[in-house]
Nanobody
Framework: QVQLVESGGGLVQAGGSLRLSCAAS????????MGWYRQAPGKQRESVAT???????NYADSAKGRFTISRDNAKNTVYLQMNSLKPEDTAVYYC???????????????WGQGTQVTVSS
């Protein structure tokens, strides 16, 4: 079992910043990829940013230049620093982790419960 616990969401004015955190726990050997996704009302969930164990990152076009993803492998934690927030960034943000285990079972993709980010104009 893997648990992902997110924190850091909230209400912010346009142009402001927020930092999201997501900590994973369980019998984890390694988290190959960690990422942030978001889902706005009436829309499909979309990728915002991902980061590999080695630190390679990938960003959605909407996030480039404004958001920064980082991770602390020792703490099994991923962060998303969001600057210059816009009303269109309003969504529930979900953490995702692709986890491998000590007992060699197949990797598992796990999701957090989500954290609300609301950007007012």
């Amino acid at each position: 079992q893997v648990q992902l616990v997110e924190s850091g969401g909230g209400l912010v004015q346009a142009g402001g910043s927020l930092r999201l955190s997501c900590a994973a726990s369980g019998s984890i050997f390694r988290i190959n990829v960690m990422g942030w996704y978001r889902q706005a009302p009436g829309k499909q969930r979309e990728s915002v940013a991902t980061i590999t164990w080695g630190g390679s990152t990938n960003y959605a076009d909407s996030a480039k230049g404004r958001f920064t993803i980082s991770r602390d492998n020792a703490k099994n934690t991923v962060y998303l620093q969001m600057n210059s927030l816009k009303p269109e960034d309003t969504a529930v943000y979900y953490c995702n982790a692709v986890v491998t285990f000590y007992d060699g079972r197949s990797p598992l993709a796990s999701w957090g419960q989500g954290t609300q980010v609301t950007v007012s104009s």
